[in-house]
């Protein structure tokens, strides 16, 4: 069974553009979440989305915000990019929305901002 | 509100020592889920095992091990006998019903040949 899997794998912007980062979950997973990974702050959730809806947000400003399609597939955006925005943006995928499922993740998405 | 607290920020161990990665959690839940993730150099995290708060039982898996007291609200990871492959950041988070995982900062292992 294919892992998730995320493009691109490495992308560069200016400050003040706008980025989309694509996640494919694994296959049967309707589950996806996002997570944003920096040394200072370490792992911190974005969002996660079940059949097409968000379910639910991490404290983010409302420049950063994402869908999920009815095949699973999800994207995230992030407008007027910030030299802050800089991470590794992760995504993960579950079967389904229960208490107890574990999360299984992607290569990451590294985006610089310059 | 919950916390994940992994004190060792890093650790660096000679190859076949054996290593303890330290996982302290906070939490007025009486049902929650622990997990451990990897994080090799590639930047994937990788499942290791997930624990849930009525199964107090000690779990061995090869090399890996993990050890669950609630009474100290920890849930400590041991490498025996380490390898230079095991070398990566390892993340221990907790989990409340339908709310997101919360990780702790990482400890970063090292294993030196």
């Known amino acids: 069974k294919a892992g998730v899997t995320q493009t691109p794998r490495y992308l560069i912007k200016t400050r003040g553009q706008q980025v989309t980062l694509s996640c494919s979950p694994i296959?049967?997973?309707?589950?996806v979440s996002w997570y944003q990974q920096t040394p200072g702050q370490g792992l911190q959730f974005l969002f996660e989305?079940?059949?097409?809806?968000?379910?639910n947000k991490g404290n983010f400003p409302g420049r950063f915000s994402g869908r999920q399609f009815s095949n699973s597939r999800s994207e995230m955006n992030v407008s007027t990019l910030e030299l802050g925005d800089s991470a590794l943006y992760l995504c993960?995928?579950?079967?389904?929305?229960?208490?107890?499922?574990?999360?299984?993740f992607g290569p990451g998405t590294r985006l610089t901002v310059t | 509100a919950q916390k994940v607290t992994q004190a060792q920020t890093e650790i660096s161990v000679v190859e076949k020592e054996d290593v303890t990665l330290d996982c302290v959690y906070e939490?007025?839940?009486?049902?929650?889920?622990l997990f451990w993730y990897k994080q090799p150099p590639s930047g994937e995290l990788v499942f290791l095992i997930r624990?849930?708060?009525?199964?107090?039982q000690n779990e061995i898996s090869g090399r890996y091990s993990w050890n669950f007291q609630k009474s100290t609200s920890s849930f400590n990871f041991t490498i025996t006998a380490s390898q230079v492959v095991d070398s990566a950041v390892y993340f221990c988070?907790?989990?409340?019903?339908?709310?997101?995982?919360?990780f702790g900062k990482g400890t970063r292992l090292s294993v030196i040949a």
């Open positions: 993960a995928s579950s079967f389904d929305r229960g208490d107890s499922y574990e999360q299984y």
């Open positions: 296959s049967g997973h309707r589950s």
């Open positions: 989305y079940f059949s097409e809806t968000q379910r």
């Open positions: 939490t007025r839940d009486t049902t929650y889920y």
């Open positions: 624990r849930n708060s009525f199964d107090e």
């Open positions: 988070a907790l989990k409340l019903g339908n709310t997101p995982l919360v």
